[in-house]
């Protein structure tokens, strides 16, 4: 079997209003346009069915699938321009939005029914908080290939592998912001203390001139190109770096409901990889975004998702008591199924995260810790 699929998926509401706070843009770094809409999306399909030999007790099946995902309308609903994300104060102090005085508020037709525009292109900069590139719909890449096998008439035994790639997946970035600490640019980690030699001779410090707080002060955390064209805050963007690997085999033993019996027992092996198990906060067990705004690669790693092992064993057993008796006896005392489930799987991973920022990209979600076999319980050393 071949087919081909296409889609053409515009992109949502929210992200078509990124145009009005087109004044920020900066030509050759930054373009805030509405977002073009992708229309290369074909999905091709095949797969195969082979039962070799007469008997039709054994088939070969295989295929490849490509499928493609939505960017929901959420993630445009958090990249709003600051044209749609302005605070009105009512007061006796200016502010660059918009100041109404405490007199005659109401009486002069209280907040405003329209945004108040923003004319100058530094305090739109520094106002701007998000980013919509353009659109690049997440999709998957699917492989199987098993063999099943029928033998003693009802009993069914299958192995097959599934491998699943997701591309394009959408990413929390703040494409504006770099780390302090870098790989020649950082305090060494001691799992014991150190001398008073070792610290002495330490070229980089935390405190004092040119220590790494002083580089922070100075803007060090900022991509020296946003921060010169005046990119002040976070610039938050769900950008489609993401990606994702699975590699699954599957193994299936089946009896059918005969003589009122049914039973089935599953185990897989898997491991899944990724790079961006959540684009929203939507979890605690690991980070909403990268620990490098700038390096995606370095999160690629063991997903928090995967579950090396899963075995599901069940039956349903079909009591054969009363069945031959009055109605009452069948319907009521009897027709009653006995159905176990057994269910096994290996245990979630979770990210282990401090409440410190240790990178110094200005990230308040803290980053990983450092495992140190040689801690005090209970302390932070």
Do not use: M
């Not at 958090?78 to 109401?106: E, K, R």
């Not at 492989?143 to 009802?154: S, V």
């Not at 010169?228 to 938050?236: D, I, L, Q, S």
Request: with cysteine; hydrophobic share 35%; net charge neutral.
């Amino acid at each position: 079997n071949v087919g081909l699929r296409y889609e053409l998926t515009t992109p949502p509401q929210g992200n078509t209003l990124q145009s009005q706070n087109s004044i920020s843009s900066v030509p050759g770094l930054i373009s805030f346009t509405n977002p073009a809409t992708q229309k290369k999306n074909f999905a091709p399909r095949i797969g195969f069915a082979w039962s070799p030999g007469t008997s039709g007790n054994t088939s070969i099946r295989g295929g490849y699938s490509l499928a493609y995902d939505v960017l929901y309308d959420n993630l445009g609903i958090l990249s709003l321009p600051p044209q749609l994300q302005q605070t009105c104060d009512v007061g006796n102090v200016q502010t660059p939005a918009c100041f109404w005085s405490n007199t005659g508020f109401l009486a002069n037709g209280g907040l405003p029914s329209v945004p108040v525009a923003i004319t100058d292109p530094v305090s739109a900069r520094g106002a701007t908080g998000s980013y919509v590139p353009n659109q690049q719909l997440p999709y998957s890449e699917t492989w199987t290939f098993g063999i099943q096998h029928i033998f003693a008439r009802n009993w069914t035994v299958e192995s097959r592998y599934v491998g699943t790639r997701g591309l394009h997946l959408p990413v929390q970035d703040r494409i504006n912001r770099q780390s302090v600490v870098n790989s020649s640019n950082y305090l060494p980690t001691y799992l014991t203390a150190p001398s008073a030699a070792t610290i002495a001779s330490l070229t980089t410090t935390l405190d004092g001139p040119g220590g790494l707080l002083d580089q922070v002060a100075a803007g060090g955390n900022y991509v020296p190109a946003y921060l010169a064209n005046g990119f002040t805050g976070n610039v938050v963007s769900f950008e489609p770096y993401g990606g994702s690997k699975y590699n699954g085999l599957q193994n299936q033993l089946t009896r059918n409901f005969t003589n009122g019996l049914q039973l089935q027992a599953a185990w897989t092996w898997s491991h899944a990889f990724d790079n961006s198990t959540a684009d929203v906060f939507s979890t605690y067990l690991t980070p909403r975004r990268t620990q490098d705004f700038q390096c995606l690669k370095c999160d690629w790693s063991t997903s928090a998702l995967d579950r090396r092992h899963r075995v599901t064993i069940e039956a349903i057993y079909d009591l054969p008591f009363f069945k031959n008796g009055n109605w009452l006896q069948k319907n009521v005392l009897g027709n009653w199924e006995v159905a176990p489930v057994y269910t096994f799987e290996s245990p979630e991973y979770a990210t282990v995260q401090s409440a410190l920022d240790s990178n110094l990209n200005g990230d308040s979600a803290g980053d990983r810790v450092i495992y140190n076999p040689a801690g005090a319980p209970g302390t932070s050393t």
